[in-house]
Every structure is written in structure tokens, then in C-alpha cells.
Nanobody
């Protein structure tokens, strides 16, 4: 079992930056692949970024490449999402997710077993 708690969301102007954090409980964090998803009002949940347990494989949604960076510190049981050059279209609730690592990065939400409660990111124009 893994419990995930996101933090770091907030209100920011377009062009600004935020860093989201996701703290995981449990002693086996390093065995989990992690990901960030987001859901805007009236839209389906959307994949944003994923990282394997060792950080060797990373993948991003095309529209955030070059602006967002996913990273993790296993010793701190934490995964991060650094978001730069934010746009109003990035406004959403951002969720952290975990799955048992098999060496692959996965973009599909139903492949993740554990989810956080979400943190709101609002980007004003």
C-alpha cells in the first residue's frame, strides 16, 4: 500500500513557475514508477509525465515538453513536477499516481494503482 499526498499547487500568472511535490508513505517507494496526471474542469484526466523507479526512463505529454520536469528523490519518498512557463491551459487539478515498477513508463491512468487527492493549479492570463 502506498499513500500519496500532493502539495505545491496555487495561483500563478502566465509565464510563472510552480513546483509540485508528492510525498509517499511506506518503505518501498523506490519500487514504484510514478506519474503526474491532471484534470481540467469538464475534461478527462490527462497524462502529464512519468518516471521509472530509478529515473532512467521519463516521458512527457507533448504540450509540456521543455516546460515541465519530473524528478524523484527516493531517499525522501518524494516525486516532483517542476512547471515553468505556465500557461492558462495548464489550469487543472494535478494528481500524483504510483504503480509497481516494471521498467517501463506508462501513460494510461488505469495502469496506476495508487492516487493522491490532487492539488489545484490555476494559471491566470
Amino acid at each position: 500500500q502506498v499513500q500519496l499526498v500532493e502539495s505545491g499547487g496555487g495561483l500563478v500568472q502566465a509565464g510563472g513557475s510552480l513546483r509540485l511535490s508528492c510525498a509517499a508513505s511506506g518503505r518501498t517507494f523506490s519500487s514504484y514508477a510514478m506519474a503526474w496526471f491532471r484534470q481540467a474542469p469538464g475534461k478527462e484526466r490527462e497524462f502529464v509525465a512519468a518516471i521509472t523507479w530509478d529515473g532512467r526512463s521519463i516521458t512527457y505529454l507533448n504540450s509540456v515538453k521543455g516546460r515541465f520536469t519530473i524528478s524523484r528523490v527516493n531517499a525522501k519518498n518524494t516525486v516532483y513536477l517542476q512547471m515553468n512557463s505556465l500557461k492558462p491551459d495548464d489550469t487543472a487539478v494535478f494528481y500524483c499516481a504510483a504503480r509497481s515498477d516494471d521498467g517501463t513508463v506508462v501513460r494510461v491512468a488505469n495502469r496506476y494503482n495508487y492516487w493522491g487527492q490532487g492539488t489545484q493549479v490555476t494559471v491566470s492570463s
